[in-house]
T-cell receptor, first 112, second 112 residues
Framework: ETGVTQSPTHLIKTRGQQVTLRCSSQSGHNTVSWYQQALGQGPQFIFQYYREEENGRGNFPPRFSGLQFPNYSSELNVNALELDDSALYLC???????????FGDGTRLSIL | EDQVTQSPEALRLQEGESSSLNCSYTVSGLRGLFWYRQDPGKGPEFLFTLYSAGEEKEKERLKATLTKKESFLHITAPKPEDSATYLCAVQAPFFGNEKLTFGTGTRLTIIP
């Protein structure tokens, strides 16, 4: 029902590499947010895009970047991967910024 | 800074044994409080939004309530399929968008 799909489901990288995670939002959802969830923790806000423009950012360094496309898809890019980047990365979309956010099942990223 | 604290961290109940989960929050200008359910290996599933003190929402065996400082998720006569981690999040204005700030969740186990 949520209509948010993420790929890939799992990914293994080594320190220093770069990674791109993808998200397909539900049609018509103008807002997409990305979160990082470490094991046993709640999701932490990375950034939000509204109609293809960055609309706010959490406490994450610039090596975390993103894009949102007109077809309701989006990307999270992480450069210079560190061991602490190992986590579940979640994408969430909503009709507008003040509407409930609906999550995908995430990408599990492991850094070796 | 927005803060959300959930208690207890974990809760084990017998099937049919009712209880409540707590979510305490501090936020400037609450726009909404959200409850999500998260199953292992899955993304959070939206349950409820509460906007103002005194508001209540119900869905099957779940009932969410809100005061000015906390929210409760009441579970009545739970079944094993209610076992999951329940996440609480607050939404406040943040540079024009409304990010979600999550607690660490309550891991609920219902024993048959």
């Amino acid at each position: 029902e949520t209509g948010v799909t993420q790929s890939p489901t799992h990914l293994i990288k080594t320190r220093g590499q770069q990674v791109t995670l993808r998200c397909s939002s539900q049609s018509g959802h103008n807002t997409v947010s990305w979160y990082q969830q470490a094991l046993g923790q709640g999701p932490q806000f990375i950034f939000q895009y509204y109609r293809e423009e960055e609309n706010g950012r959490g406490n994450f360094p610039p090596r975390f970047s993103g894009l949102q496309f007109p077809n309701y898809s989006s990307e999270l890019n992480v450069n210079a991967l560190e061991l602490d980047d190992s986590a579940l990365y979640l994408c969430a979309s909503s009709l507008e910024t003040n509407q409930p956010q609906h999550f995908g099942d995430g990408t599990r990223l492991s850094i070796l | 800074e927005d803060q959300v604290t959930q208690s207890p961290e974990a809760l084990r109940l017998q099937e049919g044994e009712s209880s409540s989960l707590n979510c305490s929050y501090t936020v400037s200008g609450l726009r909404g409080l959200f409850w999500y359910r998260q199953d292992p290996g899955k993304g959070p599933e939206f349950l409820f939004t509460l906007y103002s003190a005194g508001e209540e929402k119900e869905k099957e065996r779940l009932k969410a309530t809100l005061t000015k400082k906390e929210s409760f998720l009441h579970i009545t006569a739970p079944k094993p399929e209610d076992s999951a981690t329940y996440l609480c999040a607050v939404q406040a204005p943040f540079f024009g968008n409304e990010k979600l700030t999550f607690g660490t969740g309550t891991r609920l186990t219902i024993i048959p």
